[in-house]
Nanobody, 125 residues
Framework: VQLQASGGGLVQAGGSLRLSCAAS????????MGWFRQGPGKEREFVAS????????YYADSVKGRFTISRVNAASTVALQMNNLMSEDTAVYFCAARGRLDSGTAYVESDYDYWGQGTQVTVSS
């Protein structure tokens, strides 16, 4: 699976952005997907995850209620809708895919086998 993230940019606090991750590879529709982020001077952290069928999601407490992860298997895409953005959301955002078939949600980096290149999100206060 190859992943290409897009949609990052500069936004004011309180604004919204929608990130998209396009995947190639036959196993996308059976792979759990996730979004992680790495802020300036910080370690990469979990943001959100969705299972292979889109019926189960899981969020970090810091984004719960503000971010929504979704997927369209027919289009091999996964999205992260980010609302009410705050300055602490500033980071490079990465999409990731699990290699395990029919995989569910996961919040640990080591559960993911494929990573995209990242897209920068900057929130100005």
């Amino acid at each position: 699976v190859q992943l290409q993230a897009s949609g990052g940019g500069l936004v004011q606090a309180g604004g919204s952005l929608r990130l998209s991750c396009a995947a190639s590879g036959r196993t996308f529709s059976t792979s759990g997907m996730g979004w992680f982020r790495q802020g300036p001077g910080k370690e990469r952290e979990f943001v959100a995850s969705i299972n292979w069928s889109g019926t189960s999601t899981y969020y970090a407490d810091s984004v719960k209620g503000r971010f929504t992860i979704s997927r369209v298997n027919a289009a091999s895409t996964v999205a992260l809708q980010m609302n009410n953005l705050m300055s602490e959301d500033t980071a490079v955002y990465f999409c990731a895919a699990r290699g395990r078939l029919d995989s569910g949600t996961a919040y640990v980096e080591s559960d993911y086998d494929y990573w995209g290149q990242g897209t920068q999100v900057t929130v100005s206060s």
